[in-house]
Each structure stands twice: as C-alpha cells, then as structure tokens.
C-alpha cells in the first residue's frame, strides 16, 4: 500500500504539495510513538529527508531504528558515557548548543545526553554550522574521549550533521500565499502548526490560534494567555522553532533570563526569538526587584542592563498559565483576569506592558482529532520562515486608520504589533482587502482592550475606561472583557448585605456565535436628581435592543406613576439617570425591562431596593412581566454572585426545574406576573426622617 492510500490527499493536500514541493510533509507519520522525545521541527525534518512515498514503511521503520539506538534514554545515559570512556567514540542524536569563551580563548558545545557543557569544539565546525552558536542544533554528534589533549576537558566533539534546513527562500514562500485564498492559506497555517483545521470550524478560533504564533514573527511583542489545561498554549510555540525558549514553572534569575555577570555569557533573551514562561503561576524570580524592574524596561524599550553590559534584543515575551471557568468563561471568582498571576507580577506598570491578552478559555481542548494529519509545512522549515519574517514590518498597515479617542501611544503599538503579526501569518506578501485588514486590526485591539479593562478594575484611578478601536466601532466580538459578576467576591459585595436606593441586578446571557453560553449579571445604578425638565439618561456601553428596554422602563413608570407611589410633582422635576456599571462590552437583548422599572421606580420614592436579589424579565405598558431565554443560565450567574432571591416571569416558572438541585437549595425563585408583585417583593419601605438622621 502506498503512502497516499494509508494518508488520502485533499485538494488542499495536493496543492501545498504542487507548490512547496519537499518544504511540506504529511503530518500524521510525525504522531508515531518513535518520535515523542523529538520536538517535532526535528521528527518532521527526518520524515521529509528519508521517508519516500513508494518505501514509506520501510523508511519509517530505519528512522525509528536510528532514533532509538542513538537517541539516549534520560536513564541509560550513563551506559552511554561508560561506551564513551571503553571505546573512545560515540555518536548519539542531541541537541547541541555551542558558545565562545573570550576570557581564555575557548570555544565550548554543550552536550544534554552526556550532561557535559564544555565540550571542546573546533572552529571550522562551527563555522559550516553557525546554527550552533544561534540558540543550538538538533542533530546527529559525533563525540570523542581524548583526555591526552585536555585531562580536564577530554570530550570533544568531531563532526555534526543538523536534523535542521537551512535559510528558506522567502521570496518562493510569498509567492506561493498567492496560489491559496485565504481561507485554504489559514488550513495550511494551521495544518503545519499541528492542528486539524476540521477541528476549528469556527474562524474566530482559527485566528486566536494562529495568534499564538505572533511573537515568532514580531519582534518584541509581549503577550498573555490564561485558560484551562490542556489547550496547548505551550505545544504551539515549544515545538515550531528551536528558538523558542519555555521556562517550565521553578525559578527563574537574572543570571539565565539576562546575563550571568560571573560567567559573562548571556541569558535567553539574547540568545532566543521567544521565550515563554509557562505555568506561569508556578514561577519565581530570583532577586525579584531587580529581575521585574529589568523585566519591565526590556518588556518597553527592547534593551536591558546589567552590571555595566547593555544589550538590545528583538525577542518577544509569552506568559501563560491556568485558569479556571464556568460555562465557557472565566470563574466568576475572579475579581480581575490576572488574579492568576503570581503576586510579584500583579504590578500594574509591569502588566500594562502586555501588548495582547488572548482569551485561552475559548480555544476548545486539544484532542487527538485536533491534531493535523493532513499535509503542512515541515515544522522546522515553517517555523525558520516564520522567525525570518521578523525582518519585515507590516505595523504600518494601521496608519490611515483613525483610532478611536482616548488611546495612549502604548495602546496604538500594542495594536500595530499585534496586527503586524497577523498580517505576515495570513497575508506574508502584503496583499489584502480593506475588510481583511480590519478584520486583523479589531482583533489586535481587542486583546489589547483585554488587558487595558484588568488594570481598570485593579487601580481605577490611574486606569480610565476606554474603548480601544478605530473610530466607529462600538464593541469588539469577546465577551469576557470585563464581565460583571465577576468583579466582585459575593462576601465582598455590597448589595448582598444592604439595602440600596437604586441599585438593582438584572440577569443577562451570553452568548457566541448566536447560541447562549452562559448567564451574566447586568448591575444597575439608577438615580434622580433635579433638573428644568423631565428626561432619561443612559450611561455605559450598551446596544440598541437595551437602549430601547430602558427606554420603555422609563414610559411604563411615567404613565403608570400614580400605581408606583411616585409624587407627581417629583416626576415632572427629576432627571432620571440610569447607569450599567462594570460592563466593557454592550449588553444586549431584551431580558432587563423589570429591572429598570424597579430601579428607576426607587430611585423616584426613595425606596431601597432589598439586598442580595436579582432579576429578569420583559415588561409590557400594561404591567406585565413577560417572558425571556436563557433563565437556568441566569438562575446560576444569580448564585455565584451570592443573590439568594431571584425573580422570573410566571410564564418562564417551568424552566426553573432545568436548574440542579445544587444550585435551587441556594436560592429562592420567585415567579411575578405584574411589576406590582415584584415592586412588593424586593422594595423596603423608605427611611423615616429620624433614621436619615441617624444615618448622617
């Protein structure tokens, strides 16, 4: 059986072979167990090079032969040594990595499988591989053992052959984007990042995906992403370039991250394009005030300090970690998105350096049906494009736009980076429609708006809200960017131990790709005050639909004054002023009629509205509360916020038995036909003079 019968071609699979030719691979033979130990830039370049469509089996088989008779287990790599000392000679498959020792003259190969770092090494190897000094090879070592040369150092190594390409043609590569629409070109991209594109029919995700790759291709780009396990936000980057760097959780020091002032050598971010700290939470930092202050100054400016050295790098920056959700979303928990964080990097001049926070709770789990087995670039060619594309610079793709008011100048680079990034992702020859650029620039600006919303909540009075976007846009496509009921612990929120006057909690979805994934709180603050003439103002970001809702609130009290126990005289003097707090992105659809009735009705008698309650409903100008979806979602949005009283429409009353037995002995659902009955449920009766007293 040949090749292409075990492993069927698409017509996407036959043209990225038509035009890259040997560049590209089928990426299924790389999930064989032989070659689990290897990055996969490494196995995909040993499949490329030996395994021939007509003898595939056989190939396959001699490669994974070679793999494990030279390729040391972790355990057995003493035997290894013990063959080295009795023979004088072993050849083994390792990543080398070499470095110059100016101080005595030296030049000096680490070797991982002998765990010896100064293996002498002659200069005309490393003068045919250069690679070695640039962040080190995969490939196959020949290491001799000649204590007579060097008693203290009698390793050296002879010969090296790289398992690694060599500089791409990127002008073939810009070429052939033009062969592919966009959307074949985004299934090629993803297929040789390893993933199955079926598996992410949603282009959304297929973006954020391909966003992960940014940092490879754009220089000094910082960016974060928290979401649950098993997402692969480090598989991506870990296994496409061998100059991507990860520090595993543990501690990390000035020493190894910027350079080690007793050996002189420099750390990661001068010798690697990426590095990534992964479980990030986990991670501690020696000598911590110096290595964040360093940390931030490299994080704006590129360039770092340390002891009388300076040094200027392009490599870009990527901290990820765990987070935990409910119903698609971040844990309601969570009083702001970088709670995760360890506490040393919940600084705010170090965060608002981030340039992008991309959502990891949206991109689904990586199951085996995710991964790619259809035909993508060789990993270690796609990924030595990709870290040469960092010569090019598209982040003028966003001069001509006008940005929308407010933005700093540390908004508008996060923005350009961002969008550079993608457009040599998707568009490496610069061709694109203005609704493709845009498309990539909204996207750039929400990750920055994610971020900018966390410091809004965490120091308020040096962060303002503001919508980062180009002028006349209104909203970005997430919904987690500040999501309330997730502000505010339920033992810390006020309105579940006081009576306030004004202050009402409707129930909302939310919703992607028009299908509701879960329930949100809506908290809103209404007040009267004077004014020449009667009027309603509405403010915080909301959409048309909840505009119109609190529109017809306000109509309804007005009309219906006399039944609510307003003074006649307060409402023609009282400018009513209705106020969606802690929502960053518009909320939508009609479900919180009855709890502006019940605010703006409050606000007008003064009566406190009673604590930990919430509600929902549509109202008619007859008085009725009507129905609306999503309840059991709202019921359990209601509980993780600590409200023990919930009012629905009677004709929603069925729904609530779709709710878990867990989640109703928390709380109390009570069903209201008329804005009467739910006005005589949640209202206190006002102060009496003497009690406002008391309370001044």
């Excluded at 870009?316 to 987070?323: I, R």
Aim: glycine share 8%.
């Amino acid at each position: 059986m040949s090749l292409f019968d075990e492993f069927p071609l698409s017509d996407l699979d036959r043209k990225a072979r038509e035009v890259f030719g040997e560049n590209v691979v089928i990426k299924a033979l790389a999930q064989n167990t032989a070659f689990h130990r290897l990055p996969r830039y490494v196995s995909e370049y040993l499949i490329a090079k030996y395994v021939h469509p007509e003898s595939w089996r056989e190939d396959l088989a001699k490669v994974q032969a070679k793999i494990k008779d030279l390729l040391p287990e972790t355990d057995r790599r003493e035997l290894l040594k013990e063959r080295l000392l009795r023979t004088g000679e072993a050849v083994l498959i390792d990543p080398v990595e070499a470095r110059i020792d100016l101080k005595n003259g030296q030049r000096w190969a680490k070797v991982e499988a002998l765990g010896d770092d100064k293996v002498r090494v002659a200069p005309a190897l490393l003068e045919q591989n250069p690679g070695l000094l640039l962040g080190g090879l995969w490939g196959t070592a020949k290491v001799r053992y000649a204590p007579e040369a060097d008693a203290e150092h009698p390793n050296e190594l002879v010969s090296f052959t790289p398992f690694q390409v060599g500089p791409p043609d990127l002008a073939a590569f810009r070429a052939g984007r033009a062969r592919f629409t966009t959307d074949e070109w985004i299934d090629l991209m993803l297929q040789s990042a390893g993933y199955a594109p079926r598996s992410f029919p949603n282009k959304r995700h297929r973006l954020l995906l391909l966003a992960r790759l940014t940092p490879l291709v754009q220089p000094n780009l910082n960016l974060i992403e928290l979401g649950p396990r098993q997402t692969g936000k480090t598989f991506l980057l870990r296994n496409v370039s061998p100059r991507v760097f990860t520090v595993s959780g543990g501690r990390t020091t000035p020493a190894n991250l910027f350079v080690n002032l007793a050996t002189r050598a420099v750390g990661i971010l001068g010798t690697r394009k990426v590095v990534v700290f992964d479980e990030i939470a986990h991670t501690t930092f020696g000598d911590t005030d110096a290595t964040l202050s360093t940390l931030k100054d490299f994080m704006e400016s590129g360039q770092f300090s340390r002891g009388a050295r300076s040094f200027a790098t392009d490599a870009s920056l990527v901290y990820t970690g765990n987070l935990d959700v409910q119903d698609d979303q971040p844990d309601a928990r969570y009083r702001h998105l970088f709670e995760p964080l360890p506490d040393e990097l919940i600084d705010t001049a170090f965060l608002d350096r981030l340039h992008g926070y991309l959502p990891g709770w949206e991109i689904p789990k990586i199951t085996p049906d995710a991964l790619a087995n259809g035909v993508g670039f060789i990993t270690d060619y796609f990924g030595e494009v990709l870290a040469r594309l960092r010569e090019d610079d598209f982040q003028g793709e966003t001069h001509g736009l006008a940005f929308a008011a407010g933005m700093t100048r540390r908004d508008q680079v996060a923005v350009e980076r961002i969008t550079s990034g993608l457009v040599k992702l998707i568009y490496p020859d610069g061709r694109m429609t203005e609704e493709e650029r845009k498309e990539l620039v909204t996207l750039a600006c929400e990750l920055r708006q994610r971020v900018h919303n966390q410091l809004a909540e965490m120091a308020p009075g040096e962060f303002k809200p503001r919508f980062i976007g180009l002028q006349g846009m209104t909203e970005h496509a997430a919904k987690d960017l500040r999501a309330p009921g997730r502000d505010i612990l339920p033992q810390e929120d006020p309105l579940n131990r006081e009576a306030v006057v004004g202050a009402v909690t409707g129930l909302g979805v939310v919703t992607r790709d028009g299908a509701i994934v879960g329930g949100d709180l809506i908290l809103i603050q209404v007040s009267a005050f004077a004014g020449k003439n009667a009027q309603l103002n509405v403010t915080g970001l909301h959409g048309q639909v909840l505009k119109d809702s609190v529109q017809t609130a306000y109509n309804i009290v007005r009309s219906r004054f006399r039944d609510f126990g307003i003074n006649d005289k307060l409402l023609r003097e009282r400018v009513v002023a209705v106020h969606l707090m802690r929502i960053a992105e518009p909320k939508d659809g009609p479900s919180a009629g009855l709890a502006f009735v019940v605010g703006i009705v409050s606000a007008l008698t003064g009566r406190p509205i009673k604590p930990a309650c919430a509600m929902t409903g549509e109202v008619s100008l007859f008085g009725e509360v009507t129905g609306v979806g999503g309840l059991p979602f709202k019921i359990k949005a209601a509980v993780r916020a600590g409200r023990k009283l919930v009012l629905v429409p009677a004709e929603n009353a069925r729904e609530v038995s779709q709710v878990p037995d867990e989640v109703l002995s928390q709380v109390e659902v009570v069903a209201v036909r008329t804005i009467e009955e739910a006005l005589q449920r949640v209202l206190e009766n006002p102060p009496t003079p003497s009690e406002e007293g008391r309370n001044e």
